[in-house]
């Protein structure tokens, strides 16, 4: 028997309403308003199909990209920094003053206790390292993920000696 293939037959006409696939994806997790509106966009929603579940969405109280961005950053300030996290908000199209306020209670101890920890199973991978060997190494891996260059370094001397303050400058 043939395989049909669909992509030949054009984009395929919803069968929920663009209200009810909102809400089934909000189920799933938190969204942006932009991610959503593409999502539904890609489901084959008409645009005023989707502006129309978008406002009824927002009158329930549903979207909300300041609060899904400071979920955001809560869940991941972990593991990256703010720089990636903020790339990774406009990624997503949650917008600057938002990601900012997101943003601002990750304050520097938290960037460092983040970093420091982050690089103290790094280098438990490869002990025995010297701080410039570790910048190089380690250091790097943090730059990448999002961390300021000043907490790459007290997070890597705070390993190295133990401390949790870095006094060289």
């Known amino acids: 028997m043939p395989r049909r293939s669909s992509r030949g037959s054009g984009p395929t006409k919803p069968t929920v309403g ?26 084959g929603y008409s645009s005023g199909e989707t502006e129309a579940a ?6 329930l109280g549903y ?7 400071e979920g955001l950053v809560r869940r991941r300030a972990a593991l990256r920094g703010p720089m990636a996290l903020s790339a990774e908000l406009a990624a997503r199209g949650v917008g600057r003053a938002q990601a900012d306020a997101a943003l601002a209670g990750f304050d520097h101890d938290a960037q460092l206790a983040s970093a420091t920890r982050l690089a103290e199973r790094l280098y438990a991978r490869q002990p025995g390292l010297a701080y410039r060997e570790m910048l190089n190494g380690i250091g790097s891996k943090l730059m990448r993920r ?17 401390t949790q303050e870095h006094t060289e400058a």
């Not at 909102?22 to 966009?41: D, F, I, P, Q």
């Not at 999002?146 to 133990?162: D, E, K, Y």
């Open 63 to 69: 979207l909300d990209d300041r609060s899904f961005a």
């Open 54 to 59: 978008m406002a009824r969405l927002d009158e």
């Open 146 to 162: 999002g961390f300021s260059s000043t907490i790459v370094r007290a997070a890597c001397w705070s390993v190295l000696t133990g």
């Open 18 to 43: 663009a209200l009810d696939a909102g809400l089934r994806l909000l189920a799933r997790r938190a969204h942006s308003r932009t991610e959503l509106r593409r999502k539904l966009g890609r489901r």
